[in-house]
């Protein structure tokens, strides 16, 4: 099984995102207490070193402790993303972004997870969202670095179907005719 790349570390309790040029994403948005804070990073460090599952369960603690913070919500879902739990990773992203519409990282990991799963068209909404709710120039680079690297995977992939449009009157007496054409051969060429 393939794994995600979620990373993220913890300086002076305010998350960070690794990777080519550390960028701050996103203070911690909820007042919270000093328990769940610890806790908080102890998963976020836990996260850092690779254990995903140990800090889901960090984190997990922290959603039943106090289940409107976006923040712990975010980092479960990365959490879960990492350990292959895709379906309870996008439950606790889009959770996130309920409970704080304007959080960046929430939108900017949902987006990134729905590119991991070859969503592209909630990816790009999500990474619309992000670009919304960023406030400085460095969350504007990640999303136009992660929309532009998206851009060339969708070059080099093969075209997909998006099913998105609905079948025409033509499309649906073709596909009626293939079924019931044969049928209607099968029936009178048995039935002497």
Known sequence: MATLDFGIAVRDATLVMSGPSEEVVSAPSAVVS?????????????????????????????????????????ALGIADAVCGRVYPAL????????????????????????????????????????????????????????????KQREEKALARPTWNRTFSRRAIWLLAASVVVPTLFMFFKYAR
């Open 34 to 74: 000093a328990p769940v804070s610890t806790t908080f990073s102890e998963g976020l460090e836990l996260l850092n070193r690779g254990e995903a599952s140990a800090a889901a369960a960090c984190f997990e603690q922290i959603v039943e402790a106090a289940p409107d913070y976006a923040d712990a919500h975010v």
């Open 91 to 150: 439950d606790h992203l889009e959770e996130a972004t309920h409970l704080e519409p304007q959080n960046f990282f929430a939108h900017f990991k949902l987006g990134q997870l729905y590119f991991k799963l070859h969503v592209p068209k909630k990816g790009y909404d999500e990474m619309r969202k992000a670009l919304d709710c960023a406030t400085s120039v460095g969350e504007r680079k990640l999303v136009g670095q992660l929309i532009h690297e998206q």
